[in-house]
């Protein structure tokens, strides 16, 4: 919630110029405003509003990224995140993901948190909030702020980058339930969160700057989400790696690549993730040319993984 302004989807907060998405704070009359905080109804005077913007329909799974330009007045928040359903008025089982926000509370323009919320008033709380604190400043230029979320995985990205991560795992000796904010694991089963629904927003401090600068906004240049694709429910084996091999980039039951009979050069200067469910097999012949990057990756899968 921003501290000293509403959110709003007016016309003067919200707007398209020049094909972006821009989110400003406006200066208006006094405005009684009542929010919800942790299902108890808060009432408050605010002098301001801020741009404010939801979609209708949620999303379970999947690559999200916006690339977006974040206002350098220290006073101003934007934030990218995803929410249950059932938000604000009824927090019990809330689940909620941020792809990037920043911190209310600590006035910094090097400082942004990347966070999951799950089953908030149930006895399978969890809470993983991750503060990330860089040698560089994102505000003035423009970003490109993702999360990969998948049944048992959570990756946060900022311009290609992986900044943080947070995997499930049934091995106690990973996490310190039910304090794992400091851990890299979770006792969560991210199977079971809740389909979430995307939101942008700009909020207002004041104590971080009493006299901000106003013209100043939060720029997107667009949002995107991306599905897997499922596979066979056997092994696949190509005769040989091909970019353009439709299949080859889809969530098999296994792959191998290379082997008696079989081919498999990796290309230079390309960034290639294949996928299985159960294993990878880089069998006799696999051979990555310079400048590659080539991963391997095993997941658990869901329906609502896939497109």
Not at 90 to 99: G, H
Not at 107 to 127: A, C, I, V
Not at 164 to 176: A, L
Request: hydrophobic residues 30%; charged residues 15%.
């Amino acid at each position: 919630m921003s501290p000293s302004a509403y959110f709003s989807n007016s016309l003067e907060n919200v707007k398209v110029e020049s094909g972006k998405l821009k989110l400003k704070i406006v200066e208006r009359d006094p405005f009684v405003c009542t929010y919800y905080n942790n299902q108890t109804p808060v009432t408050k005077t605010y002098y301001y509003s801020g741009g404010w913007v939801a979609t209708q329909n949620p999303i379970h799974y999947g690559y999200i990224e916006m690339k977006c330009y974040l206002p350098a007045d220290i006073a101003l928040y934007p934030c990218f995140w995803m929410y249950g359903t059932i938000w604000p008025y009824q927090m019990t089982d809330y689940d909620e993901i941020d792809v990037f926000e920043k911190s209310l509370y600590i006035p910094s323009n090097s400082m942004l948190m990347q966070n999951f919320y799950h089953d908030t008033g149930l006895p399978t709380w969890n809470k993983l909030c991750q503060t990330l604190e860089f040698n560089q400043s994102y505000v003035g230029q423009e970003n490109i702020f993702a999360v990969e979320w998948l049944p048992e995985e959570i990756h946060f990205y900022i311009n290609g980058n992986l900044t943080s991560s947070i995997k499930y795992t049934t091995n106690s000796c990973y996490y310190n339930y039910p304090n794992p904010d400091n851990s890299y694991y979770t006792c969560t089963e991210f199977k079971y969160a809740t389909p979430q629904k995307f939101q942008i927003s700009l909020s207002l401090n004041l104590e971080a700057n009493p006299n901000p600068l106003l013209t100043q906004g939060f720029e997107i240049d667009y949002i995107r989400s991306y599905k897997l694709t499922e596979g066979y429910n056997y092994e696949f084996w190509p005769a040989s790696f091909s970019m353009s091999n439709p299949d080859m980039f889809k969530v098999h039951k296994s792959v191998r690549l290379g082997g008696p009979g079989h081919s498999a050069i990796i290309p230079p200067g390309v960034n290639i993730t294949l996928w299985g469910k159960e294993g990878i097999i880089l069998d006799q012949g696999f051979t990555l040319s310079p400048g590659t990057d080539f991963t391997a990756r095993t997941i658990k899968t869901d329906p609502d993984l896939f497109q």
